[in-house]
């Protein structure tokens, strides 16, 4: 019988890497989406790629300030709009040996 702890496991590695991976693809990719999201925007060319850089830098900063934002209020589970919060309150985890 397959331990039900090792396969949550081995799906949040897997988890893991798909989101590292997606960043890696992204990064390759970007030199081909720049122009092409700034291609035909004639004099409105460097606010539109003026846009995109800030996209780049919110996505940069905003995880950090929700982070510490989370550190300084404290984080609730319950109040995540997480996807492994409809996962975690079903999962049990196997009981602490007391000493």
């Known amino acids: ?5 090792n ?5 949040r590695a897997a988890a893991k890497w798909a989101i590292v991976s997606c960043g890696l693809f992204n990064s ?3 030199p081909c989406i720049f122009p092409l999201a700034v291609k035909g925007l004639g004099k409105f060319t460097s606010q539109g ?7 780049v830098v919110g996505g940069a900063v905003v995880p ?5 934002l989370a ?5 609730r ?3 995540s709009l997480s996807p492994t919060r409809a996962t975690s309150k079903y999962e049990t985890l196997p009981p602490t040996p007391s000493t």
């Open 71 to 75: 550190d300084k209020l404290g984080y």
């Open 77 to 79: 589970s319950e109040n």
């Open 49 to 55: 790629s003026g846009i995109l850089i800030a996209m």
């Open 7 to 11: 396969a949550s496991r081995t799906l």
């Open 28 to 30: 390759v990719m970007w």
């Open 1 to 5: 019988m397959p331990n039900k702890h």
């Open 64 to 68: 950090v300030l929700q982070g510490f």
